[in-house]
């Protein structure tokens, strides 16, 4: 369990890997927890690199309510792990959000400036995307929630970046990763993806796991 500033006990995994490259923090989508992702800790391994994966607040075995705040208190603890306890430099840590993740991924990038940041399956912002989902209702107005990825990105934020997407995404549009990738300084890589929301990354197996190797081999050693 990993403890949050506000007191809250975070569940999580950290599971290295022989002769490590350098470590990935996995963030997950709204869906399930860190034990339906079992799949990406062995993808990892294969490529040579640790992983730490958090249960955010409410979710799987930890403590507390989901929010938007907690959620980034969440990866600050996991990030304060992997720089503290485990003695990693940032040019070593890469910070994987899928979906909802993205938007945590993306907050913590550019707090913390991590050697690379992936973003798979992820909406331009909250808002954005329930007002293409709900066009009659003015939920630009409504919406509390915001993971705005977007803004950050356009911001300035600088570490590198791959955006991994499919057409066939049926719950965040294609079109969302297409302008986190424009918006996203160089350097910066897209990789179009296939099959659903749920299951693009199985889809795309191979070239998910070839392109993912090439870029992280890469940038993680040429931030040091």
């Known amino acids: 369990m990993l403890s949050t500033e506000d007191g809250e006990k975070i569940h999580a995994w950290w599971v290295p890997a022989a002769e490590s490259r350098g470590a990935v923090l996995f963030l997950h989508g709204n869906a399930g927890n860190i034990a339906s992702r079992i799949g990406y800790v062995r993808m990892f391994h294969r490529l040579g690199y640790s992983v730490l994966m958090v249960d955010y607040r409410g979710y799987g075995m930890s403590t507390g309510t989901p929010s938007e705040s907690g959620t980034y208190r969440d990866a600050q603890a996991a990030w304060r792990h992997l720089r503290v306890e485990r003695a990693l ?15 945590v991924a993306t907050w913590l990038a550019a707090q913390q400036k991590p050697g690379a940041l992936i973003l798979l399956s992820t909406f331009t912002s909250i808002p954005d995307l ?95």
Do not use: C, M
Request: net charge negative.
């Open 89 to 103: 430099p940032a040019a070593r840590i890469a910070v994987l959000g899928e979906s909802l993740g993205g938007g």
């Open 130 to 224: 329930a007002a293409e989902l709900y066009p009659f209702l003015p939920v630009r107005w409504l919406s509390r929630i915001r993971y705005d990825s977007l803004a950050l990105l356009k911001a300035g934020l600088t570490t590198a970046i791959l955006v991994a997407h499919s057409p066939d995404d049926e719950i965040v549009p294609f079109a969302h990763g297409k302008r986190l990738y424009e918006a996203a300084s160089e350097p910066r890589q897209f990789l179009e993806l296939a099959g659903s929301h749920n299951e693009a990354a199985l889809y795309s197996r191979a070239a998910w796991e070839n392109h993912i190797k090439s870029f992280l081999d890469k940038v993680l050693a040429d931030a040091l």
